[in-house]
């Protein structure tokens, strides 16, 4: 087993994060609206079922992105940009 680089670390780590936002991208029932001057951010219950159905869909993607980030550490970014 190889060791781990400091890319290594901070990738899989940042899996880990991108792995449990995508889950709870997936499973919320609220749409969060983020304040780019205040950086704040406001849960909006009544928001349209399209909206929520494109929320699903990035946490779908967060969670493979994630869970690739964590098995592969820093080598994900070989698989996913093979032409850098």
Excluded: C
């Excluded at 849960?43 to 494109?54: G, M, T």
């Amino acid at each position: 087993m190889d060791e781990w680089s400091l890319l290594d670390w901070v990738t899989r780590m940042l899996g880990i994060l991108f792995f449990i936002r995508g889950i709870r991208y997936t499973r919320g029932t609220t749409v969060e609206y983020h304040n780019s001057y205040g950086g704040k951010s406001t849960a909006s219950a009544d928001s349209n079922p399209k909206l929520r159905n494109v929320v699903r869909v990035a946490g779908v993607a967060g969670i493979i992105l994630g869970l690739l980030m964590i098995i592969y550490g820093g080598g994900v970014l070989d698989i996913l940009f093979p032409f850098f």
